[in-house]
Nanobody
């Protein structure tokens, strides 16, 4: 599975950005797609995830109510709509694919097997 993240950029506080993650390869093995973010010197942080089948979504408390994740199975893409952005949302965002059957949504980086390259999000105050 190959993942290509895009959509990052510079936005003022309160603004919006939409990240996309395009999956290719053996995408039928995908069970969940997640978004993580990682600031320099910090651990990779869970942001949101969606079950590939069914589309149920999960969010970190820090982004709940502001970010919305969706998937388009026909196009093998997932999106992360980020509204009401804050300066503390500034960092690099990564999408990842989990191909292991789980009962609970994967929220740890180690649970994801495939990773896309990061896309920088910068929110100015």
């Amino acid at each position: 599975v190959q993942l290509q993240a895009s959509g990052g950029g510079l936005v003022q506080a309160g603004g919006s950005l939409r990240l996309s993650c395009a999956a290719s390869g053996r995408t039928y093995n995908n069970l969940a797609i997640g978004w993580f973010r990682q600031a320099p010197g910090k651990e990779r942080e869970f942001v949101a995830a969606v079950w590939w089948t069914g589309g149920r979504t999960y969010y970190a408390d820090s982004v709940k109510g502001r970010f919305t994740m969706s998937r388009d199975n026909a196009k093998n893409t997932v999106s992360l709509q980020m509204n009401s952005l804050k300066p503390e949302d500034t960092t690099v965002y990564y999408c990842a694919a989990d191909t292991t059957f789980r009962v609970q949504v994967p929220v740890l980086p180690g649970e994801y097997k495939y990773w896309g390259q990061g896309t920088q999000v910068t929110v100015s105050s």
